[in-house]
């Protein structure tokens, strides 16, 4: 993990973004379908669709198993698609007990379902998950504010920024993460993490603060051409503070 806490970190502005399919529900919808079509065939999600690649997962896993994580904190991975952040974070904390998700494809509330209840079945008694289908553009949150101790998204704020109401949609997500999300307590808690393969370290800063406080990020490699350098991907954790 970088060092926290810079003295004043510089902002720039996002990125311009033209709408995609990759921001529509039916492009999601139709990739969990197939996903949980192949669940259903060979017992696994292996070979399919993994956001930013395996070793993106396991890093991103590791930098927030390292904010310390308590066994009774609530984690929220927020767009969690087939599950796979909530999924390995489990397997690497077997006394996490409170790990929820929250996405708006049914398929891929399905698919997380049948991947539980295959691969966690000694969790079945009192399982350690939550999975919730939940449009936070449209509808009332399935939670009260100040719940979740930590929240994760890797590739929401992508998807919908390639939306053709981006804006809009940008505003309502910053919002739900704050409402959320506990302030912290002490130096500890109240944590945000979000991983990007769209917004710069310095972009999320511009769009998250000063609602959110800027705790650490992860150091990916740098890339130069043409002149400019910078990372394919950007991981950085936020912090809530007091109210």
């Known amino acids: 993990m970088a060092d926290s806490q810079p003295s004043t970190p510089q902002t720039e502005s996002e990125p311009d973004f033209e709408s995609s399919e990759l ?97 966690f079945k000694e969790d079945q008694a009192q399982s350690r998950f939550v999975w919730n289908k939940w449009d936070f553009t449209e509808e009332d949150s399935p939670y009260t504010p100040d719940y979740f101790d930590v929240i994760h998204d890797k590739g929401t704020l992508d998807a919908i920024s390639v939306n053709e109401a981006r804006e809009e949609k940008q505003q309502q997500y910053k919002k739900r993460i704050v409402e959320l999300l506990k302030p912290k307590v002490g130096t500890s808690g109240g944590y945000f993490v979000i991983t990007s393969c769209n917004f710069t370290k310095e972009a999320l800063l511009g769009l998250l603060q000063p609602e959110l406080m800027y705790h650490s990020h992860f150091p990916w490699p740098v890339f130069k051409f043409g002149g400019r350098e910078g990372s394919k991907v950007s991981t950085v954790c936020f912090q809530k503070g007091q109210h």
């Not at 919808?29 to 060979?42: M, S």
């Not at 904010?67 to 996490?96: H, S, V, Y």
């Open 23 to 119: 921001g529509t529900l039916q492009h999601w919808e139709d990739v969990y379908l197939r996903e949980l079509d192949c669940f259903h065939d060979r017992g696994d999600t292996e070979g399919q669709y993994t956001w930013f690649g395996e070793n993106c997962l396991t890093t991103v896993v590791d930098f927030v198993l390292d904010l310390q994580i308590l066994p009774d904190w609530k984690i929220l991975d927020w767009g969690t698609g087939n599950g796979a952040f909530l999924f390995k974070l489990a397997g690497e904390r077997p006394d996490l007990r409170h790990l929820h998700a929250v996405d708006y494809s049914a398929a891929s509330v399905a698919l997380c379902k049948a991947v539980e209840e295959s691969q």
